[in-house]
């Protein structure tokens, strides 16, 4: 063999190495490609296979809560009072709604009334991402509705949920006694206290509403539901139903309440009325009074401005958050302590000549006149303030405080509502401790006849005469008479409590209730003209609590806000005098005398409710 054949050889062998070489190279690239490929299809399907099912199934299933009803609200008879309505809400799923900013563009169009509202939730910090909804605006209305509804597949991830919201059928009627509802915020959702609530729930911020919030409630329930690309419900698979929230029965007589409302009109004032042997509230009303209805979706900060900045306080229950000089409706804890301490007897009389002399100071009565000699019963008929200058003296601010903090005042009653005012009741070490100032011996007139720094609640006033009533029981007032299931099945009812005993003996307060029976019905009785019925018989006691110095308020002068400087009137009494079924209370801010314009109230009120009662029939719904 020749050289040229070795040489071709030797190339062939060569050409052939590099050909083997470059191929397995090629063999072992595409092996680790493979390799690559299936460990990532191992690790998406294997590893991570449950989460990447979960999320693609969340695209077309999801969970959704379902609201639950809250519970209603009756008065004592079965009354309807408070209900829910329907309420179409504009919610939208951020993930849905992609992209977003074209989305809401498109529904502001549409409903452009609702444009800052849209605006103003979407600035919120957690209004973010996902499939859960975020509630965009409440209550919509059916104009809206058939507008969004028809424009849907241009909206996508907009959705309207059916929910149930407050109606108060009466709104107004018993505003600072049924209270209303507010969103919750973040703050409230993060602290724990509200387990089962969201964003965009709506608690009880006031009065019955907020006391018994838990039971009204009731339990959130769920579904799980279908739903096509843009986020719209194609079928519901499964649905946990919600546990709807518990009925509430107040004591409240929806009668009265009405007849009360229409008496004291638009007078600024208080009046309450309870049952003296249970304490169960007849009727609360504080005037001026609010919309509750304007709170359902929420208000605006000028409207709530407007009600916290009235000086006719309309978001105040005076019943029990307002604090007044008690004037001489006072009187009877003063004669109960001086009868009690033997500083006077049913004989003891002083002599009126229409004022009192202490110190370099001229104590005058109310009657510049005088009323002559009197003795501690006819003092209680004619509210003599001389008469009980002289027993204010006597006793002294501690020995009459005693008495008055143990007739249930300076203290709150415990009814069970939010907020309520314990009231003043001084004492000569309160006053040292308050001012740096020693009581001095004149503070004691003063305080005899219900002024001075004396204040009391209206609520507390009636719980006291409540007690003279029914001769001497001190009972805690109540609003809640039972809470039912919504198939009438009784959760809870609220008997009656006794908190304690007025300090006086049998005779002594006989010779009281006979000193508020001469009131009424005595031809020199404070409230003869305005208050005596010839059917009915009632007892009471009238009040003018002064707000400034006579002299004051005989000038007519206005005070900054534009509030007169005018007394209260007062009228606190009960009936019938012998087997008293109700006892109330109506205080009148500055209406000036208690016999003229409070003591009529007081006695519609009480033959309103008294000739009322013949007639009524049991309830049907709780017995």
Not at 95 to 108: C, G, I, N, V
Not at 206 to 229: F, H
Not at 363 to 378: A, N, S
Not at 387 to 407: I, T
Request: with cysteine; glycine share 10%; net charge neutral.
């Amino acid at each position: 063999m020749g050289p040229g054949k070795n040489i071709h050889k030797y190339f062939l062998n060569v050409d052939s190495d590099w050909y083997k070489n470059r191929l397995s190279r090629m063999m072992l690239l595409v092996l680790v490609a493979f390799g690559i490929l299936l460990g990532r299809l191992f690790y998406l399907q294997v590893i991570r296979g449950e989460y990447y099912f979960n999320l693609s199934k969340n695209n077309c299933i999801r969970i959704q809560r379902v609201n639950s009803s809250r519970g209603l609200i009756f008065d004592r008879n079965g009354k309807l009072l408070v209900e829910n309505r329907p309420s179409f809400d504009l919610n939208i799923i951020p993930y849905d709604a992609k992209p977003m900013h074209q989305t809401l563009e498109r529904l502001s169009a549409l409903v452009p009334e609702f444009a800052d509202d849209i605006a103003e939730k979407c600035q919120d910090t957690r209004f973010g991402y996902g499939y859960r909804p975020m509630l965009l605006k409440k209550d919509i209305g059916r104009d809206a509705l058939g507008v969004i509804s028809a424009h849907r597949f241009e909206l996508p991830g907009v959705v309207i949920e059916t929910n149930a919201v407050r109606n108060y059928i009466y709104d107004g009627l018993s505003a600072h006694l049924i209270g209303y509802l507010g969103e919750i915020n973040a703050e409230e959702v993060e602290s724990g206290q509200y387990r089962r609530k969201e964003s965009g729930d709506f608690i009880g911020r006031y009065g019955v509403e907020k006391a018994y919030d838990t039971d009204l409630s009731g339990i959130p329930g769920g579904r799980i539901v279908q739903v096509n690309a843009n986020g719209q419900i194609v079928e519901v698979l499964d649905t946990v139903e919600p546990e709807p929230g518990h009925n509430i029965f107040l004591t409240l007589d929806y009668d009265l309440q009405a007849k009360t409302q229409a008496l004291l009109k638009d007078q600024a004032g208080a009046v309450v009325a309870l049952d003296p042997f249970s304490g169960e509230i007849l009727a609360m009303v504080s005037s001026p009074a609010f919309n509750q209805n304007s709170f359902v979706n929420g208000i605006t900060s000028d409207q709530w401005q407007s009600l916290v900045s009235d000086p006719d306080r309309p978001m105040m229950n005076k019943v029990l958050q307002g604090e007044y000089p008690p004037a001489s409706t006072y009187k009877i804890v003063t004669a109960i302590a001086a009868l009690e301490e033997g500083v006077i007897d049913e004989n003891t009389t002083f002599y009126c000549p229409g004022s009192y002399e202490y110190g370099n100071r001229v104590y005058r009565c109310w009657k510049e006149g005088g009323h002559g000699r009197l003795h501690v019963v006819d003092a209680l008929t004619r509210s003599c303030d001389v008469f009980f200058y002289h027993a204010g003296k006597k006793l002294g601010v501690d020995r009459l405080a005693w008495y008055a903090k143990n007739c249930g005042l300076g203290s709150a009653t415990g009814i069970g509502l939010d907020r309520e005012s314990p009231g003043l009741i001084p004492t000569a070490a309160w006053k040292k401790k308050c001012t740096g100032v020693s009581w001095q011996g004149g503070e004691n007139l003063s305080i005899a006849i219900g002024q001075g720094y004396n204040l009391v609640t209206p609520l507390q006033m009636a719980v006291l005469y409540g007690a003279v009533a029914n001769g001497g029981t001190l009972f805690r007032p109540r609003i809640l008479k039972s809470i039912q299931t919504v198939e009438g099945k009784i959760v809870k009812t609220n008997g009656r409590e006794i908190v304690g005993r007025l300090p006086v003996s049998r005779h002594n307060l006989d010779l009281v209730r006979k000193g508020l029976w001469g009131v009424v019905h005595n031809s020199h009785g404070t409230a003869r003209s305005y208050v005596y019925d010839n059917a009915i018989d009632i007892s009471g006691k009238t009040g003018t609590a002064q707000v400034v110095s006579r002299k004051t308020e005989k000038e007519g002068k206005k005070r900054k806000d534009g509030l007169s400087y005018d007394s209260h009137a007062w009228f606190v009494g009960y009936a019938p005098t012998d087997h008293p079924q109700i006892a109330v209370c109506v205080l009148v801010e500055h209406g000036l005398h208690g016999s003229s314009a409070a003591g009529p109230i007081a006695k519609e009120m009480i033959v309103s409710y008294l000739k009322g009662m013949i007639d009524r029939t049991p309830a049907t719904v709780e017995q």
